[in-house]
């Protein structure tokens, strides 16, 4: 699964976090850049937030969870599937809940937990545009948004889709103006494409730390603050 990149046709895929052609560590000797893929897709391995569906509260509610175990997976080199999942899932809900977290986590929440638990790099950045994304993903980081879900549009999430959601971004496509994501929402997430514009749009924080979703209304939801979460390694 790892060790390396591979570039065709302008397509980049990037397989191993230490190994991104995007990122250098001294300046190049040559004055003209190389020309940016058109697309970069990070191989991160893949499960749903309900991996043996079972869609009961606490997989409705692991969205959060699943998105940081990805990124862990891809960051620490590990292996993921179902199973894998599901064990990590329950072991992180019950850390977070005996160390003060609620179902719902903000993304500051997010970044301390992924360098709590995790051990990794994560801060969390304001976003104006589907390219601050982009950006960030040059630099061979993976990025994590919070998201009003149903703005997101997704005709795999069960109607009306989530109030708050998140997910992972992976790669992006210059030439579809498209973000990849790991959509840990549907089984049917793994490289889930959406538009800039959609996806932009859905982006925002939980808005209200500690409270639940009956605490929380679509336009409170939708009129949070617009962040990411940038996780840079280990």
């Not at 601050?132 to 998201?147: N, Q, T």
């Not at 069960?158 to 994501?181: A, S």
């Amino acid at each position: 699964m790892f060790g390396g990149c591979t570039a065709k046709d302008d397509i980049l895929i990037i397989n191993d976090a230490q190994s991104n052609p995007l990122v250098q560590d001294s300046p190049t000797p040559t004055p003209t850049p190389s020309p940016k893929p058109k697309i970069v897709l990070y191989s991160v391995p893949f499960a749903s937030q309900a991996p043996l569906l079972n869609w009961d509260e606490l997989h409705n509610e692991a969205c959060e969870e699943a998105s940081m175990i990805m990124a862990d997976t891809f960051f620490h080199k590990l292996s993921l599937d179902k199973n894998i999942m599901e064990e990590k899932i329950q072991k992180l809900v019950k850390w977070e809940e005996e160390n003060g977290y609620t179902i719902d986590v903000t993304a500051n929440e997010v970044a301390k937990i992924l360098k709590d638990y995790f051990s990794l790099n994560a801060s969390v950045k304001p976003i104006n545009d589907a390219l601050d994304i982009i950006s960030e993903l040059e630099h061979g980081y993976l990025v994590i948004v919070p998201a009003a879900g149903r703005l997101l549009k997704n005709p795999n999430y069960k109607t009306p889709g989530p109030l708050y959601h998140m997910l992972l971004v992976r790669g992006y496509d210059l030439n579809k103006q498209e973000i990849i994501t790991n959509d840990p929402g549907t089984r049917k997430g793994e490289g889930y494409r959406y538009s800039y514009d959609v996806f932009f749009n859905a982006i925002h924080d939980w808005p209200k730390l500690g409270l639940g979703k009956d605490d929380v209304s679509d336009e409170e939801m939708n009129g949070s603050d617009k962040v990411m979460i940038v996780v840079s390694g280990i």
